[in-house]
């Protein structure tokens, strides 16, 4: 039978970093493919090539083909992939909150009335209302839901949106490959086997599946074929009957080589900062209920698979997001997150977005690594009779700023040079110094290699551990990179769906890690 | 709880503006001392010349494009192709279908340029919109009122000034006014009623109810909500939007052709002046904002907010012997209405905003 | 000053003032004259430049509610006036009422614009627009004892012109000329625009003017550096909104005439255009361009008077101002926003 899909040496960067490296994939009609990949393995990519996702024509396009239904393909945008009969189920929901459940399954395939269709064409005939509730009505009980149609989607609980989603998929009659990302997350166990059993009839009907999951079990139940993406390469196939959830969960992560940086010590179990159910609402990245003490002194790691929210933490720390539950630091509940009272405190967030957050880009490298001290502190300050106006003193702020740049050899021309104009790297250190600057004996960073060439890597990791060993600050280290976590942090805290999972030791084994962030327990032996 | 949600539901924006014009209007009226059957008559005579105005304004409401100031270019549109018309003296039905014509033309195309810098601004609409009704009015002043009589000739001299150069401050529509008007005219008491042009009105609001209830439509409301999610649905956002305009500078075309005939005096030069805002407000005034608009805002405002408007001079005269004080009332209601439209806004804005799916790295 | 780079709209306006120049010269102006006007006109109108660069530095956008500032200023010229303070002291009463006045009126009009993050311009304009007919009433209704403010008998409230002939008429601009042959400079004037110029320097080096910019920048990431966004921008509109008050006071001491009721409607734009054609992206803006730009258009204003009376359309003027100006802002609106949508 020949594939609907067929994917050849597909490769795709940004700015000449790879994110696809020669995938090669095929997929049949009617076969259900599972795609299995932790952070950064080139999933989104994927389905953004597959979807046409205007994004990727902007940043070049990509190499290698994509021969859908025997015919080349390059979609320019989603309409392309849409009327070509690629559906998809996206994980934010491509749900149009105004409008109503019925108007969102039927979007573009409207009931209209005959005459006005021959009269004006399909784009400007008249809707029949009540056909199309109908028509949205049957496919919605097709799924085994029943909601009024009429009811708008910000009305619904999540659950029901992500059936309302699905339902605008199957409601199409000319779908041939859908590509569903994450249709399980917000579902209960039974809602997803509901799920599941949809997707076999749709499978049965002869239209290709691919589906994108972190949750193992799943994906072995469901799929025909699956295929694990590790860091934007194509590590592993396996077919139905030889999918078993540690065998992905190891291939996932893969073999981490590390050298701890850092030997094994004791850390004394005096906590610093306690979140006791802690929620904080950013959206994309939420964080549901979060309970950890984070111990005095050590270095602990957070990770999750992107989404599950690992980054979410520092945001809600300094006030960025709602927050809600109980934070406890140093013995006494915070009432409220302010970014200034926290600082003052002694608490500090580096931010994972650098550029669109951690630096003012226009300005000095001098003003960059002052500027909390001096708003928060009131440090580098003229003292005279005009302190409180806060003119900066100037020797004082250089002769600072000069020892910051020797220390953590930041590469700049000078303390006047624009930030934006220096490396991903050095724009780390900068941001590093800038924190350090107000000695903070809690640092929560996010992401802190991200964007950063391995020479650089190599003094950010060293440079956290320094602050840590020298000066005891306590750092909270959200990464999607296991291998530096592992070199630096005492303990590794794994997120999943919101929650921590499990605090894992950073010599536990690669299966333990891959398991953990799929929120497995996995098994002892496997039943093949 | 669910009687309080009611209440709490009934208390919004879109019954409580609409409250309030109708309380300062009867209010008004009472002091005023003008007759109820005048301001009916005045309100409908408002009704029919600016009706098809401010339906204008829906459908880039509902696009998410905010207030369409630059329906003023629509008006300067119809009022160029009214000029040449005139300027070339062709006279009768055969002129009026010209006006048509031409007047479509040059809206459908100053629609497609503003779409297109709109699209350009995203997040900025309303205020670019303000900046392009002034500009283009330059524009229209300097073909107008330096050009005509120097570069471009026209046949017939009796629209231009005296001194040779620049089209006349009023041209008379003698020949137009009083044709339709009072086509079909019922009266009830002292009421009259022009029911050719009522109807008239209501064909453009059915049309405006029909466009929204296609294909077109819901695509319009989509890219309205979310302009994101409706990329990735496979609507092309920006082709939407330049519809959208094209669509509402070519009704307010129709709407100041209506107008003017109505009145049968062109101004040449200040005709088309504040029907921007005057129209946001009246839609405003009927329980619109920023971001909803329906059919029923539309006509409903008009009658609420001319009210108010014919009444306040009458009115500042009594209470004050001041007729000015009426004037500035008038001013401050219009002004005001889109200044607290505007204010009271913003809230609901990042209600619903879901991130971009951005790859991991990026 | 590093890495300036000369934009479009400063080569256009350039190249169509060395035209006028040109132009002038050949019909035999006197030159002279006009250049001694154009450093009038620069301070006359550059202190209502200068007070847009607090609220486009903190991120409000381009101050379309200029008005509001305007306002207070004349407020405070009248009540000057009405007190009949004349001279020196006349005028620095109205600047005192006026601080006082706009200091209130920024409050307000800050607490607003902090409601209507995105939107202030337009929320801006419509304020502005809004609160003149508010005032009309009270320039009509208020109580003023001063006579000479008032309508003759039979009319009510103030002149629309009230004459600042017998008060503080061009105060400044007598203060301290030096004559260099035919060349006038106002020192008095432009001292008191350097010292409102030096101010802004100064505010900017403080610790909150630098949270100031950094809130423009990025509100982001000063919010991650515990600054108070609400805070910081409503001290820079209350800020701007006095500047705008003395700039009024400073305008009216030259012009002669206190202009009330409905005058402030159009002062916003030519402001705004200024600080456009000075090189702002209406995203940030300098001091230097403020005065760049508040010269080249004034000399441009001031130039195309009388060559319009020459060619005999005086409208032209008017018309030509007013395409320019406009057209300043929408090519601003556009670029601002390609970069905001590329960057």
Redesign the interface.
Known sequence: MKPILEINNLYKSYKSIPALDNINLSIKAGEIHGIVGANGSGKTTLMNILFGNPIIHETGGFQGEIIYQGKKINFKNCGEAILNGIGMVHQEFALIPDMTVGENIKLGREKTFAFTDRLFGRQYSFINRKQDDESALQTLIQLGISIDPGIKIFDLSINLRQFVEIAREIDRTDLKLLILDEPTAVLNKNDGLKLIEILKGMAKRDIGILFISHRLEEVQHICDKVSVLRDGKLVSQYERGNISINTLARDMIGHIVTKAAAGKREILPQPIITFSHFSVEMPGEEIIDLDLSVYEGEIIGLTSLSGHGKLALGYGMMGMYPVQGEVYYGGIKIANMDAKANILQGMYVLPDDRQGLGILADQSVENNIIFTGNQVKNMFRIESFFAISGFIDHSQARDHVDKMIQDFDIKCSSIYQKVKELSGGNQQKVCIARALTVDPKLLFVAEPTRGVDISAKEKILHMLLEINRSRNTTIVMASSELDELKRVCDRIAVMAEGRIFKILSPDASDEDFGLALSGEEGVAYEEL | MRIKQQAKGFINSEHLVPAIFILLSFLAWQYSGLSGNFVLNQVITRFIRDGILVLSLIVPVVAGM?LNFAITVGAMAVQTSLLIVIGYQVEGVPGIILVIIIGVFFSALLGYLIGH?LN?????E???T???G??F???Y??IF??GFGTIIDVPNKDIILT?G??VRNTVDLGMYRDTIDKLWLLKIGGIEIPLFMILIVLLFAGFIF??L??????EV??V???TE????????TNMIRIKVMILSTVLAAFGQLVYLQNIGMFDVYTAHLNTGVISCAALLAGGASIKSAKIRHALMGIFLFHTLFIVSPQAGQNL???A??GE?????VA??T??LA??FN?KH?N?????V?????? | MKNYSIKPPQIIISAFLITLVFLAYTLEMNLVILFNESLVKLVMNGVLVLSLIPMLNVGAGMNFGLPVGIIGGLLGMCLAVNFRMTGFHGFFMALLFSLIICALLGWIYGLILNRVKGREEIAGTFIGFSFIPLMNYFWTLAPFQNREMLYPIGGQGLRPRISLENYFNNILNNLYVIRLGDIEIPVGLIGFFALIALFLYWYFRTKIGRATIAVGENEAFSRLSGINIAQTRLIAIIISTIIAGFGICVYTQSYGFIQLYDEPLSMAFPAISAILIGGSTGKRAFIFEAVLGTYLLQSMYLLTVPIANEILIPELTEILRSFITYGIILYALLVRERRRNNG
């Not at chain 2, 350009?120 to 900025?124: D, E, L």
């Not at chain 2, 999610?229 to 092309?236: A, H, K, R």
């Open positions: 905010g810098i350009r601004v995203k997040g900025k309303m205020i670019t303000i900046i392009i002034f500009l009015n330059s524009i002043q300097l009122l330096v001194r150069i620049g029909y466009i209830r296609t294909h077109f439509g819901q409301k989509a309205g909500s979310n999610t409706s990329e990735i649905l496979g609507i092309n004050f012997s001041n000015a004080l500035y009332f008038r001013s401050f002004y005001g889109i200044a505007l204010i913003v804005e209600k619903y905003k879901k991130p799916q951005k790859p991991e790295g990026v």
